[in-house]
């Protein structure tokens, strides 16, 4: 990371908390509703030409903004756990809105945590984002291997053999890199037994699941319509991957066009033993967590 600033290494961190945010219960039937997002920092894309004539919203602040976040956060409300790509920390472009936190807010997140993936001052803060309406007991921020920018976080829901492992990620375009990318990932989930992948993956799921690291895992990808670009689909980019010991529900792809990607939802249904094990919701005694 030396060309954006300090090298970064994993780490341990702690999910931000929102006070002002109620925490819902699990439901009794363990059910669990996931959505993974790339918002392109709150940018609306209708055309292949936009990236060219819209190209100076990602450099700049604009009024439809701020809409597109409503919009963003109007939609985030209705599920539990949200991986978000292509999030900015606060920047000149934003109007130094932390756009992760602004989303946990909009859609009543108790917990949240912002990945800087790549820091350029003021000029941008490209970040991955996690909102949740349980409580990790284990968060780490993971940079993944490659030219700088690319990241990935895990998360972990209950305790020992039997936890539950979330891994959010935005992977990289060229297929050798993300090759590397994934064996990373594979390395981070191997001592689980429930694992769910979330991310804009930048490649088709039979890719994923059969000339990847990730191949011997029996992982099911239960999405197969198209996410990109949003206005006229017609690849399917945006995964989240399940283990087969999790129950799938149902899986849409949202027809959402508010950014250049569609949003991918699924519901799924956990173990009873791993219902049990899921972690305290947030309590008013809960000390607030440092600022990062």
């Not at 439901?27 to 936009?50: C, K, M, W, Y």
């Not at 946990?104 to 350029?120: D, E, H, I, K, V």
């Not at 959010?168 to 191997?190: D, F, K």
């Not at 027809?255 to 939802?265: F, K």
Request: net charge neutral.
């Amino acid at each position: 990371m030396r060309r954006w600033g300090n090298e970064r290494v994993a780490s341990l961190q702690a999910p931000r908390v929102n006070r002002g945010c109620a925490a819902d219960s699990l439901p009794a039937d363990g059910r669990l509703r996931l959505l993974s997002f790339n918002i392109q920092v709150g940018n609306s894309t209708e055309r292949f030409r936009h990236y060219l004539t819209r190209g100076w919203q990602h450099v700049l602040p604009h009024n439809g903004r701020s809409g597109n976040l409503q919009r963003i956060g109007e939609l985030l409300g209705d599920y539990d756990l949200v991986a978000l790509q292509e999030a900015d920390g606060g920047s000149l472009r934003t109007g130094y809105v932390n756009q992760v936190e602004h989303l946990a807010q909009l859609g009543s997140f108790p917990y949240w945590y912002q990945q800087l993936n790549r820091n350029l001052g003021h000029l941008a803060q490209h970040s991955n984002g996690v909102l949740s309406r349980l409580q990790p007991t284990l968060l780490e921020d993971h940079p993944l291997p490659g030219p700088p920018g690319r990241g990935a976080i895990l998360l972990r829901f209950g305790e020992g053999e039997d936890a539950l492992a979330v891994v959010m990620m935005h992977l990289s375009l060229g297929a050798r890199t993300r090759t590397r990318q994934l064996a990373y990932i594979r390395e981070l989930i191997g001592g689980y037994r429930h694992q769910v992948l979330m991310g804009d993956m930048n490649t088709h799921a039979n890719d994923l699941l059969e000339n990847s690291p990730l191949r011997d895992l029996g992982l099911l990808a239960p999405q197969v319509e198209a996410t990109f670009p949003s206005w006229r689909p017609q690849r399917c980019l945006d995964h989240i991957l399940l283990s087969p010991g999790l129950t799938l529900e149902r899986v849409r792809v949202l027809p959402q066009p508010i950014s250049d990607h569609l949003p991918v939802a699924v519901e799924i249904r956990l173990p009873d033993f791993l219902t049990g094990a899921m972690p305290p919701m947030l309590r008013e005694e809960t000390p607030a967590e440092p600022s990062s």
